[in-house]
C-alpha cells in the first residue's frame, strides 16, 4: 500500500502545486477529479480528451515527480432528475479518458433518481415503510441496475476494470449489502471505493466492511469523522445542520487522527492488508476547521509511520510463506 492524494483536497492550489504538495507528504499516487459532484479545479476534462499534448503535459508532470495517477474521480449525480444526463456524460467522457492515460480505476458514485419525472432532487429512500416508498426503492433500483449494465461494459471497453463505487449516503449503493447486490447484477468490474468517513457517522465499522468486501475494494479514501457524542444524544446522526458550523452538528469530517486513534488505523490497514489490497489509500480533506494544506500535511505525517509499519509486516508475512519449520 502506497500514500495517495486526492487533489481536491486543496483546491485553492494549482495542479503544479497540488503535486509537489504530494511528492513534500510522501504520496506517490494522485486522485483527480474530472468533474461531476466537482468544479474539477485541476483538470480539463474536455481539453485532455481533444489533446495529445495536453495529456502529455500531465504525464510527464506526474513522472517528473515520481507520482502516478492511481484513479480519476468522477463522483457524480448519476440520474438526478435535472443533473443525471449531464453528469452520466461526465463518467462516459471520464472512461475514455481513463483510457488515454492509461488509468483502470475510476472512482465514482452510483446514482439516485428522483420520485417522479418532474423532480427536482434525488429522493434517497432509506426506511422500509410505507409501501409507497419501498416500491419506489424498487423503481429505482430498476433504474440504476440498467444504468450500471450499460456503463459497466462501456468501462471495461475502455480498459477501466475497476469502477470503484464510494458507499455514500444520498446514494442507491451506501454499504456492504447494496454494493453487493449491484455487483452480482451487473459483474466484476463493479467495485468499492472504501472511505471510512462515511460509515464511521452510520455507525459502521470499516474494518468489518473491508473484511466482508475483500477484494472487492478497489480504491481507498483516507479521511476522519468525529462523532460528537452529547449532540448524538440529543439529534441522532441524521443532522442536517450544516457542515459550517461544525460545532452544532452531531459528526464532522476530519483531519486522520482527529475522529479516531491510531490504533483504530493500525487495525484498519490491516484489514486492507488481509485482503491483499496494495493499491493508494488517497488522503481527501474535509475538514472544515483547518487549513486544507495544514489538515493534509496533518494526515501525511499521522499515517505514514502507520502505513511503512503495515507494509514492513505484510513483507514479513509474504517471506514466511513456504519456509520450512525450524524444528527444536
Not at 122 to 136: D, E, H, R
Not at 230 to 253: C, K
Request: proline share 6%; charged share 20%; hydrophobic share 45%.
Amino acid at each position: 500500500m502506497h500514500l495517495g492524494l486526492y487533489t481536491d483536497s486543496v483546491p485553492a492550489m494549482s495542479l503544479p502545486e497540488a503535486l509537489d504538495l504530494a511528492v513534500r507528504i510522501g504520496a506517490t499516487g494522485i486522485e483527480i477529479s474530472t468533474g461531476g459532484q466537482s468544479s474539477a479545479p485541476h483538470l480539463s476534462l474536455d481539453r485532455l480528451l481533444s489533446s495529445e499534448d495536453d495529456r502529455t503535459r500531465l504525464t510527464d508532470a506526474l513522472e517528473r515527480r515520481g507520482l502516478h495517477l492511481s484513479a480519476l474521480n468522477c463522483s457524480a449525480w448519476l440520474l438526478h432528475p435535472r443533473l443525471g444526463t449531464e453528469h452520466a456524460s461526465v463518467v462516459q467522457r471520464t472512461i475514455r479518458l481513463a483510457e488515454m492515460l492509461g488509468v483502470s480505476t475510476i472512482v465514482t458514485m452510483a446514482g439516485c433518481p428522483g420520485d417522479h419525472p418532474d423532480a427536482l432532487v434525488v429522493n434517497w429512500p432509506w426506511y422500509p415503510w410505507p409501501a409507497a416508498l419501498v416500491q419506489l426503492r424498487e423503481r429505482q433500483w430498476d433504474a440504476v441496475t440498467d444504468l450500471w449494465r450499460e456503463l459497466g461494459p462501456f468501462a471495461l471497453d475502455h480498459g477501466v476494470t475497476s469502477v470503484a463505487l464510494e458507499l455514500h449516503p444520498l446514494q442507491l449503493v451506501y454499504n456492504v449489502p447494496t454494493l453487493l447486490d449491484l455487483r452480482a447484477a451487473v459483474g466484476p468490474v463493479i467495485g468499492a471505493n472504501l472511505d471510512p468517513s462515511h460509515l464511521f457517522w452510520q455507525h459502521m465499522d470499516p474494518i468489518a466492511v473491508a473484511r466482508a468486501l475483500g477484494p472487492v475494494v478497489r480504491h481507498v479514501h483516507l479521511k476522519d469523522t468525529a462523532i460528537v457524542a452529547d449532540q448524538v444524544a440529543l439529534a441522532g446522526v441524521l443532522d442536517h445542520r450544516s457542515f459550517d458550523t461544525p460545532a452544532e452538528r452531531a459528526w464532522n469530517f476530519r483531519t486522520l487522527g482527529q475522529g479516531h486513534d491510531e490504533a483504530f488505523w493500525r487495525r484498519f490497514l490491516a484489514a486492507l492488508g488481509e485482503t491483499g489490497y496494495d493499491g493508494a489509500l488517497s488522503i481527501e480533506n474535509e475538514d472544515r476547521s483547518l487549513d486544507p494544506v495544514d489538515s493534509v500535511i496533518a494526515s501525511a505525517s499521522f499515517i505514514m509511520p502507520l502505513i511503512a509499519d503495515r507494509n514492513a509486516a505484510g513483507a514479513g508475512a509474504a517471506s514466511d510463506v513456504g519456509r520450512s519449520p525450524v524444528m527444536p
